[in-house]
């Protein structure tokens, strides 16, 4: 992985991207305004779930009629994502905020993935009760609480307070970090 | 772009003054302080951003496009407020942190420019615009929704890349 990730961050493209005055900027901006699309519809989607915000719309309609948004800005922040990580993959690779964000991910994803196999195949029954079923406002709370985590952890990548060439980190860290150990 | 001087120079003291501020001065020296407010006023971004399109992809003729449009901008609101007020409150301790970077940089005066355009329109024109909306979209509705995206987008940006140009 490590050999990968320095070639990688040793191809033209990535040095080019890294070193660039306008391209990284405005890839970051992307990726930071694409914030607004993704998860600003996944926020609103969210709040329903939590029968905090339009009540009287079922939540079918408001899941489908902004989907294709979240898609959009979802397609955006991988892709210009991706470039960032591009751009430098073995700063990254070792940096914790990034490691949290990967499994916030996954925090994400299978909230997700159980909430539409399980009570979301039965959304039409309880889409307009008043009070929605536990299990559909818990997968709400956990999916606002990943993401806003997930944006906060990505927020801090940019520090490099933890990187592995600070001396006398605490054990736990360098171990987070995945730090090559200093044998001798 | 940056190290220009874009506002008048007798507005200096004023932003050196704010830079010394007690709350200024805490948020500088603190390592935490500035990421974790940043952090949350781009949770505020996300706030304001998604309310801004609620309403504004409705207005557009997507979106939730089976509820009436002034219903949907109702719906909205609440969380368009909330999103402005969390990006206020975190905003200003941000500014305070470094007004005299913010005093010459140029990004900075377009956020601050084009922001209280972004504020009227929202809560004035398209408000009073809106109450007097037709049921379907039509040419006005999509106007009110790309003057607001539009002017929305450019806060945004401006404000991302006040940490690019030094």
Redesign the interface.
Known sequence: MERFLEWLGDTPWSIALLESTLAW?LI??SH??A???F??????ND?RLLGW??RR?PVS??TG??LP?TRIGFTIMVITGFLIFYSNPVRYYHNIFFRLKVVLFAVAGLNAFLFHRGIHRRVVEWERLPVLPGRARVAGAVSLAAW?LI??AG??I??N?FDCDIPGQPDWVNWAAGCPVAGD | MGGRQFAPEAWLPFFERMENTALGTVVRESIWAFPIIEAVHLLGLGLLGGAVLLADLRLWGTGLTRQPIASVVRYAHPWLVAGVALMFLTGVPLFLSEAVKCYYNTSFWVKMISLPFALTFTFGARKWLVAAAPERADWRTRLIAFISLGLWFTVAAAGRWIGFSA
């Open positions: 900027p970051e901006s930071v305004l914030v607004a699309l998860f600003g519809t996944v926020m609103m709040l915000t339009m719309v309609e408001v009629r902004l948004w806003a944006i906060v927020r801090l940019a520090y307070w």
